[in-house]
């Protein structure tokens, strides 16, 4: 009978688990790294200024979607106008399509 | 315990040299499912992010917009209206507002005019949003000039540029005192573009605004709820329609994992045949299946959001923003404030670690319980 020492080991890499559980891990520190990120920069300090703008001027809408004026001031235009800027006008700027029709359309 | 541990770090271990051995598909798998996780949460905080950002700023927008509708159209409405509105019980303050639209051919773009109520500016002057200031080239003391509704053309001094983190709301903003409005516009005095007024109770904002359309019929009040709600729906729509872009690929690749996932090669197979007949246990085969869908949904999870979230708050969504934020000359630069809304990263997580897991496991449960003998031929 051979000596234990003389059987032939199959090769198997050494804990080869290893990389990927380090990796694993390090993905995981990380993703807890960027929920404590969010809740360190992501509060309304840094939009302290905007919100003291918006309060002194009187601002309604956010300068998202400067190219026409339904679409710069949604929340003031008169969206369930058909046909804004002449009869037949078909809504040719992106940001028309984009934006949600009337919350009552919507409802079941 | 550690025995318990001890077992499933071998079983990891195999599994890693069993996925080593297929290297380049099963790296091309984990770098397709980490593309669609980096994807899908990129829009999904993006939106999230500037969802959270719109309605806090917005919370500070008049409580309610009285707006005057003539055919249908948003008109000019008289300052009388100011003295009628004021009889109503509730009302603490209202006030005239002035602002329109002046489209510049220079840089084929539009901006907003508007008259602040607290701010003293010469005439002659303005201020101007940082859009514009960097569109235009503008910096403090510069000189610009409009071609104003009657034809003569207005020259205004950039007294002051507006601070470029509130780029978001003032990007296209151009603040001029009252007396230049309304003669570049040639708007009457009297005339006010719409009315804001504030209500001494929250509660009593709707019941103001009922009043409002009974007494003042010709009128259409804009509650800063209803303002909210809008940009709410607004980025929910779009990311909609952000994910129905996306639900080809999305469905490619579904079709793609769950056919590398469920549907075993004949070399598994032989695998699973062999490692039964050397004595392994039918649960340590789907142990080590269960570690291989893990490792490599968790992997791709872990990649993909932390690509995401480098991507959204780091580089400002680069790849994203033209689609979710419009179309227009003039674009608010702006970094979005890191919000995460806990409930939409476990959706998400949700839904692309546990169905590709669950996939990997079953069809190994149905070939581990059937004779190694049938499985190896």
């Given at each position: 009978?051979?000596a234990p020492?003389?059987?032939?080991?199959?090769?198997?890499?050494?804990?080869?688990?290893n990389?990927?559980?380090?990796?694993l891990?390090?993905?995981?520190?990380?993703?807890?790294a960027?929920?404590?990120?969010?809740?360190?920069?992501g509060?309304?300090?840094?939009l302290?200024?905007?919100?003291a703008?918006v309060?002194e001027?009187?601002?309604?809408?956010?300068a998202?979607?400067?190219?026409?004026?339904?679409?710069?001031?949604?929340?003031q235009?008169?969206?369930h106008?058909?046909?804004?800027d002449?009869?037949?006008?078909?809504?040719h700027?992106?940001?028309g399509?984009?934006?949600?029709?009337?919350?009552?359309?919507?409802?079941? | 315990?550690?025995?318990?541990?001890r077992?499933?770090?071998?079983?990891?271990d195999?599994?890693?040299a069993?996925?080593?051995?297929?290297?380049?598909?099963?790296?091309?798998?984990l770098g397709?499912?980490?593309l669609?996780?980096?994807?899908?949460?990129s829009?999904?905080?993006?939106?999230?992010?500037?969802?959270?950002?719109?309605?806090?700023?917005?919370?500070?927008a008049p409580e309610v917009?009285v707006?005057?509708?003539?055919?249908?159209?948003?008109?000019?409405?008289p300052a009388?209206?100011?003295e009628?509105?004021?009889?109503?019980r509730?009302?603490?303050?209202?006030y005239?507002?002035?602002?329109?639209?002046?489209?510049d051919?220079?840089?084929?773009?539009?901006?907003?005019?508007?008259?602040?109520r607290?701010?003293d500016?010469?005439?002659?002057?303005?201020?101007?949003g940082h859009?514009?200031?960097?569109?235009?080239?503008?910096?403090?003391g510069d000189?610009?000039?409009?071609r104003a509704?009657?034809?003569?053309?207005?020259?205004?001094?950039?007294?002051e540029v507006?601070?470029?983190?509130?780029e978001?709301?003032?990007?296209?903003?151009?603040?001029?005192n009252?007396?230049?409005?309304r003669?570049?516009?040639?708007?009457?005095?009297?005339?006010?573009?719409d009315?804001?007024?504030?209500?001494?109770?929250?509660?009593?904002?709707r019941k103001?605004a009922?009043?409002?359309?009974?007494?003042?019929?010709?009128?259409?009040?804009?509650?800063?709820?209803?303002?909210?709600?809008t940009?709410d729906?607004?980025?929910?729509?779009?990311?909609?329609?952000?994910?129905?872009?996306l639900?080809?690929?999305?469905?490619?690749?579904?079709i793609?994992?769950?056919?590398k996932?469920?549907?075993?090669?004949?070399?598994?197979?032989?695998?699973?045949?062999?490692?039964?007949?050397?004595g392994w246990?039918?649960?340590?085969?789907?142990?080590?299946?269960?570690?291989?869908?893990?490792l490599?949904?968790?992997?791709?999870?872990?990649?993909g959001?932390l690509?995401?979230?480098?991507?959204?708050?780091?580089?400002?969504?680069?790849?994203?923003?033209?689609?979710l934020?419009g179309?227009a000359?003039?674009?608010?630069?702006?970094?979005?404030?890191?919000?995460?809304d806990g409930l939409?990263?476990?959706?998400?997580?949700?839904?692309?670690?546990?169905?590709?897991?669950?996939?990997?496991?079953?069809?190994?449960?149905r070939?581990?319980?059937?004779d190694?003998?049938?499985?190896m031929?």
């Amino acid at each position: 009978m051979p000596a234990p020492s003389a059987i032939a080991r199959p090769h198997c890499p050494a804990r080869a688990g290893n990389l990927p559980l380090l990796l694993l891990a390090a993905g995981l520190l990380l993703f807890a790294a960027s929920l404590l990120d969010a809740a360190w920069r992501g509060n309304d300090s840094a939009l302290a200024g905007s919100r003291a703008l918006v309060g002194e001027l009187g601002l309604t809408d956010l300068a998202l979607f400067t190219e026409a004026r339904y679409t710069r001031h949604l929340s003031q235009a008169d969206r369930h106008t058909a046909f804004q800027d002449h009869p037949l006008a078909l809504d040719h700027f992106p940001s028309g399509s984009l934006v949600p029709p009337p919350a009552r359309l919507r409802q079941p | 315990m550690s025995h318990f541990v001890r077992r499933q770090r071998y079983l990891i271990d195999f599994t890693v040299a069993s996925l080593a051995r297929r290297k380049g598909k099963n790296l091309g798998l984990l770098g397709v499912y980490t593309l669609i996780v980096f994807l899908l949460a990129s829009v999904m905080l993006f939106t999230q992010a500037l969802r959270q950002e719109a309605g806090l700023l917005l919370e500070n927008a008049p409580e309610v917009v009285v707006q005057r509708m003539v055919a249908g159209r948003h008109d000019l409405i008289p300052a009388d209206y100011l003295e009628r509105m004021g009889r109503i019980r509730g009302v603490a303050a209202q006030y005239g507002r002035l602002w329109g639209y002046f489209y510049d051919p220079a840089v084929q773009a539009n901006y907003t005019l508007l008259v602040p109520r607290d701010r003293d500016i010469n005439n002659g002057e303005m201020i101007v949003g940082h859009g514009i200031a960097r569109t235009r080239g503008l910096g403090t003391g510069d000189f610009i000039s409009f071609r104003a509704s009657s034809g003569t053309t207005f020259s205004f001094r950039v007294a002051e540029v507006l601070a470029a983190d509130a780029e978001l709301v003032s990007a296209d903003l151009l603040l001029v005192n009252e007396a230049d409005f309304r003669a570049f516009f040639g708007i009457a005095e009297g005339l006010y573009t719409d009315l804001a007024l504030e209500v001494r109770n929250p509660q009593e904002v709707r019941k103001v605004a009922e009043k409002l359309t009974v007494l003042l019929p010709d009128t259409r009040p804009i509650l800063r709820e209803e303002i909210l709600r809008t940009y709410d729906a607004l980025f929910q729509w779009r990311q909609g329609i952000v994910f129905v872009l996306l639900a080809g690929s999305l469905l490619a690749f579904v079709i793609f994992a769950w056919d590398k996932a469920s549907g075993l090669s004949a070399e598994e197979r032989r695998e699973i045949g062999i490692l039964k007949a050397i004595g392994w246990e039918t649960a340590d085969v789907i142990r080590m299946k269960f570690w291989e869908g893990a490792l490599v949904s968790l992997g791709a999870f872990l990649l993909g959001y932390l690509a995401a979230y480098i991507h959204v708050f780091f580089f400002d969504a680069a790849l994203f923003a033209p689609v979710l934020k419009g179309w227009a000359v003039l674009y608010p630069q702006f970094r979005p404030q890191p919000f995460i809304d806990g409930l939409q990263v476990a959706t998400l997580f949700f839904f692309t670690v546990f169905p590709y897991t669950v996939a990997t496991v079953v069809p190994i449960w149905r070939a581990a319980t059937t004779d190694p003998d049938a499985v190896m031929r």
